[in-house]
């Protein structure tokens, strides 16, 4: 049986995510990705409130908790950066997701097991556009490539913290996020020294901040009904 | 006056038709969304369960359900939802395909499940024409994308198999 904090993991990487992706609205290069990213923002906040349904209330969770109560990875609570690095997160992290869909962490919760079935079917529009992105900016201009290049090294560091609930999964979702690396002509980063912690509470500002203003508004009232 | 006790049968008939608040052509029972009803004495439960994880439908549907079965006099109500099994575009009835072409969405193109089809093309509503593209895999809900038909020009919103 998995335990309610590596629910709360898995819960907490959705809803930073998901703001994260809202936060591209009117920002995006093109009205096609602003509708995307509200899509894949829009599919994860679902994930996450159906994760927070199995271990607490959704707005007490969300709302109230401060950053070191916190459990998701350091990676999505990075701001979104250039467009690039954004596409590279979730490259990153949606194939995360599509292999955490078959790990053990998963199957041995029929909690989890019934959300991931319904969310590996989204995760799977995630990855491949991500992918899509990654290829045409990896394998466009000279500009275009080496922005993707240096999103992908920044990254890298980063991807030891996610895989810290699920270290069996690490190997097979990375390879094929270097698959798509590799079609996109782009160079798979050197292993890095791993940044981690956000798994055990220990969060950047960018956290803090995010959350600052995330929950600004329920904080200040409270107890508020519609 | 003899009251005959409520069954299941009376709840579903009260609310199979109530339509998806996004694309009120087609109804809950016609999309496949409405899972369960359960009635025992008074108390009824009624299960549903979201199309895409993050379908902001669902509150609205839930609410819908209540106000219907309150308007007949039923109020010892319980909505609930479930994730499983996942819902898929293969529990959308035919007449629901129907009624979104008429509307002018294009309906799933094939089954999720099965053998792999031999996709040859999305016809436009508008016009029926099989020379269309798509513009976006995400249209304006989760679970539509944008196509464009090249003939008559207009552009549609496409049922994503799923």
Same mark, same amino acid.
């Given at each position: 049986m998995t335990s309610r904090d590596?629910?709360?993991?898995?819960?907490?990487?959705?809803?930073i995510?998901?703001?994260?992706?809202?936060?591209?609205?009117?920002?995006?290069?093109?009205?096609?990705?602003?509708?995307?990213?509200?899509?894949?923002?829009?599919?994860?906040?679902?994930?996450?409130?159906?994760?927070?349904?199995?271990?607490?209330?959704?707005?007490r969770l969300a709302y109230f908790r401060d950053a070191p109560e916190w459990r998701n990875c350091r990676l999505v609570e990075l701001p979104n950066g250039d467009f690039a690095f954004s596409m590279a997160r979730l490259l990153v992290f949606s194939s995360f997701q599509l292999t955490l869909a078959e790990s053990a962490i998963v199957a041995s919760d029929p909690g989890l097991s019934a959300v991931f079935a319904k969310s590996v079917k989204?995760?799977?529009?995630?990855?491949?556009?991500?992918?899509?992105?990654?290829?045409?900016l990896g394998d466009g201009t000279a500009f275009s490539r080496q922005r993707m290049q240096v999103a992908l090294e920044s990254i890298w560091p980063h991807v030891e913290d996610v895989f810290a609930i699920a270290p069996d999964s690490r190997s097979p979702a990375m390879a094929k996020v270097e698959g798509v690396i590799r079609r996109a002509t782009l160079t798979v980063p050197d292993t890095a020294k791993p940044e981690w912690g956000g798994r055990q509470g220990i969060h950047t500002d960018h956290l803090v901040d995010l959350l600052d203003e995330m929950q600004s508004v329920a904080r200040q009232h409270e107890g508020a009904t519609w | 006056m003899v009251t005959q006790p409520l069954t299941a049968g009376d709840v579903l008939e009260l609310i199979?038709?109530?339509? &998806?608040?996004?694309? $009120?052509?087609? /109804?809950? /029972?016609?999309?496949?969304?409405?899972?369960? @009803?359960? @009635?025992?004495?008074?108390?009824?439960? @009624?299960?549903?369960?979201?199309?895409?994880?993050?379908?902001?439908?669902l509150d609205a549907i839930t609410q819908d359900i209540e106000t219907t079965l309150e308007a007949a006099g039923i109020d010892d109500i319980d909505v609930a939802m479930t994730l499983s099994?996942? =819902?898929?575009? &293969? =529990?959308?009835?035919?007449?629901?395909?129907?009624?979104?072409?008429?509307?002018?969405?294009?309906?799933? /193109?094939?089954?999720?499940?099965?053998?792999?089809?031999?996709?040859?093309?999305?016809?436009? $509503?508008?016009?029926? /024409?099989?020379?269309?593209?798509?513009?976006s895999r995400f249209g304006s809900t989760s679970c539509k994308s944008l196509w464009q038909c090249r003939d008559c020009r207009e552009p549609f919103d496409s049922f994503k198999v799923h």
């Open positions: 590596q629910i709360l993991q898995l819960a907490d990487d959705a809803l995510l998901s703001h994260r992706c809202a936060e591209w609205l009117t920002r995006a290069p093109e009205i096609e990705e602003d509708v995307a990213l509200a899509n894949i923002g829009l599919d994860l906040l679902g994930q996450a409130r159906s994760l927070y349904a199995l271990v607490g209330d959704e707005d989204e995760s799977r529009y995630h990855f491949d556009h991500a992918t899509q992105w990654v290829l045409r | 199979a038709d109530i339509p &998806d608040p996004e694309i $009120p052509v087609i /109804s809950i /029972s016609d999309l496949g969304i409405l899972r369960n @009803v359960a @009635v025992e004495g008074d108390h009824v439960t @009624v299960t549903i369960t979201p199309t895409y994880s993050g379908c902001p439908a099994p996942a =819902w898929t575009t &293969d =529990w959308m009835s035919a007449a629901g395909k129907r009624k979104l072409l008429a509307y002018g969405i294009a309906p799933p /193109s094939h089954t999720a499940e099965g053998p792999v089809p031999l996709k040859l093309t999305i016809r436009c $509503p508008q016009c029926g /024409s099989g020379n269309t593209g798509e513009l």
